[in-house]
């Protein structure tokens, strides 16, 4: 086995996350959990897989159909847990591959034999909301779109804020100067505020509350970034680069950036965190996604609007502290592993 003076910087530093068990479980347990969301309609979809049915094969997945063709009396998209049509393709010859959970995002059971919300039974593992969903697919589903979100907006101040953060710390004077007093007008605007006013002006989608969060998401790791470039910049080998021709930008890039990544790194599980709460928030307040869309805030106002119904909130809000936790201890183990005074690895 190489000693761990013949490896490389970032060798160590997985071997040293590695090592941190809490953290690289954490960082398996995700990506499974990410992965089978991805994969939602594959497992929690009202729509057979596969349907044989008078000797042809259907794929209702990737392709519509009306009831029609599986004996129905109307021209309209088939309701695939109509009991009229589950027997029509399972009769005979006839067969069909349902998901595991045979309910989607936006999939209201209307053959319920409880008032909505009900509690959790055999049809529907954890129960459903007030307006008869499945509250496993909503919390699959609202899972998803918070994940997605949390990574879109912690791309984009990432690099929103390397690149400002770049600027103020490799110029620094003047440059420097005028960037800190810009941040520290914008960062006092009220951004709640402005979220309420543009949800009443303009119709709520997932790219507005994206590009209005990413305004004001970049600030935090932009000073975290510009100190890396404050302390690097004086270095020997960026003087050594200077001395041999190479542009600012190129030492930039090739050189300072490299080497000032270490909390950009550290920052993104704790960032992703806050947007998934951010998000959450938005939701809860009625602010967030559009109506319809599956949301775990959704979920949380829908539990405190039924206080009966405590499969709402417990699950919902177990799915959020199970995410949180994992993303926490992912931040922590990336902390310990790119900590320069830590070199046993």
Sequence with gaps: MASSASLSPSRRAWLRFRRNRLGFWSLVLFVALVLGSLAAELWSNDRPLVVRYDGKTYFPL??????????????????????????????GDNWALYALNPYGAKTIN????????SPPSAANWLGTDDRGRDLLAQLVYGFRVSVLFGLALTAIGVVLGVITGAIQGFFGGKTDLAFQRFIEIWGSMPELYLLIIFSAVFAPSV????????????????????AEFLRNRQLDYVRAARAMGLSR??????????????????????????????L?????????VPPGTPSLGELLSQGKNNIDAWWI??????????????????????RDALDPRKQDA
């Design 249 to 278: 930008w190129q030492i930039i890039w090739r050189h300072v950036l490299p080497n000032s990544l270490t909390p950009v790194v550290t920052f993104l599980p704790f960032r992703m965190s806050a947007a998934i709460l951010a």
């Design 110 to 117: 209307y053959f319920a034999e409880k008032p909505n919300p």
């Design 280 to 288: 959450t928030s938005l939701d809860f307040l009625g602010l967030g």
């Design 62 to 91: 990737v392709q519509d159909f009306p009831e029609t063709v599986f004996g129905g009396d109307f021209d309209t998209p088939t309701d695939y847990l109509d009991p009229f049509i589950r027997e029509q393709i399972t009769r």
């Design 207 to 226: 790219g507005l509350l994206l590009v209005l969060l990413s305004l004001f998401g970049w600030m935090g790791l932009s000073d975290y970034v510009r």
């Design 313 to 334: 909130s417990i699950s919902t809000f177990a799915v959020l502290v199970v995410t949180l936790l994992l993303l926490t201890f992912m931040g922590d183990a990336l």
